[in-house]
């Protein structure tokens, strides 16, 4: 049985990782996840799979020698899927220490840590063993409108404190395989959607705000270019390429899906309109007259567009679901997740993990 160390996965596309596995392989394979639980980690995500007997839950800091250190001495780690990372660019631009304590350090410990596991005497490493981490396009900072696309020998040249502190960590990882040729790759991904995303984030923001008849906040003029992937679609392709990615290579994981983020909220808006049952309160609620302009983000990257053709050629991934197929996919989650919502919005979900585990 092939164990897996997922770090991060309470947070959304780590969550969604952990379900999918699960459906795909079953009892076949172990999966241990270690998260410390931030605001954006929620274990409510991961009702479904907490009793299972190859399910681990660990709450521990990546930044935490100790504690990751002790994780590798007491199991047999295989694969360590390396999600855990500070995410939101509006947080990095107010206090951007943390992201690098996180984001640069903790990958650090985490390499360091399985390096230690898994290196032989002789300066190799163990067969069969592959640490995957899990970046972001904004590393490459921004393009055009028009023009080309990300690829994987895009010079990189992030523009926030979050995408610095993201690319930090990707030189990191490459480091230790041209230094050590310790057994990696890197996926950098286009913008994800999908069940279980915190509501700072553009798409669940949106609906939770037009469900309520609150306003809709657009940065800008609202015409900022970002490429959506179903996050389905992204855990696929990272299980296809811890399963058949080339030992030391970046794969850029992209959707096709490019829309302006003022399309973006009126594509929610008019499925919304579409969905609701019209006896149901909250149509009267939803309405294109609640999108506000804001001043624009400091230093918003204007266009994000990856090219995916690397993956698609060497692995045979390509994303599967349309963005129309999958918003309305995503609204119905919401629909049908509205404790979770609630939960998420007052903070309530923060004491899942008193309930489940603390008080045990």
């Not at 310790?182 to 705000?209: A, D, H, R, V, W």
Request: net charge negative.
């Amino acid at each position: 049985m092939r164990t897996y160390l997922v770090t991060g996965g309470a947070g959304f596309i780590g969550s969604n990782y952990i379900h999918y596995m699960f459906r795909k392989y079953g009892d076949e394979i172990r999966i241990i996840n270690v998260d410390a639980l931030t605001y954006a980690g929620n274990l409510e995500n991961l009702k479904d799979v907490e009793n299972r007997e190859n399910y681990t839950f660990i709450k521990a800091d990546i930044r935490d020698r100790e504690a990751i250190e002790k994780i590798f001495e007491e199991n047999d780690i295989d694969r360590v899927v390396h999600f855990a990372a500070e995410s939101h660019v509006d947080r990095s631009i107010r206090n951007p220490e943390i992201f690098v304590e996180t984001n640069v350090l903790g990958t650090l410990v985490m390499l360091n840590a399985a390096k230690k596991a898994w290196e032989l005497p002789d300066g190799s490493f163990k067969e069969d063993k592959k640490f995957l981490h899990v970046s972001t396009d904004e590393v490459y900072g921004s393009l055009e409108e028009g023009d080309t696309y990300f690829y994987e020998t895009t010079p990189i040249d992030p523009h926030s404190p979050y995408s610095a502190s993201k690319a930090s960590s990707d030189m990191l990882v490459k480091a230790y395989w041209d230094t050590y040729h310790f057994p990696m790759n890197i996926t950098n991904c286009s913008n994800n959607y999908g069940p279980y995303q915190f509501p700072e984030k553009l798409i669940p923001l949106i609906i939770n705000n037009a469900l309520q008849g609150k306003k809709l906040p657009v940065y800008g003029d609202g015409k900022n270019v970002r490429d959506w992937l179903y996050v389905d679609d992204h855990a696929k392709a990272i299980d296809m390429v811890q399963e058949k990615g080339r030992l030391g290579e970046r794969y850029n994981i992209g959707g096709h899906n490019e829309k302006q983020n003022i399309e973006i909220i009126n594509i929610i808006l008019e499925t919304l309109q579409e969905m609701l049952p019209d006896d149901d309160p909250r149509k009267k609620l939803v309405s294109k007259d609640l999108i506000t302009y804001v001043t624009d983000r400091k230093g918003h990257d204007r266009r994000y567009a990856i090219a995916p053709d690397k993956i698609k050629k060497e692995i045979g991934w390509y994303p599967e679901t349309m963005f129309k197929d999958g918003i309305r996919l995503t609204i119905q989650w919401y629909f049908e997740h509205e404790d979770w919502m609630k939960n998420v919005t007052s903070g309530d979900y923060q004491k899942y993990y008193q309930d489940m585990y603390q008080d045990k």
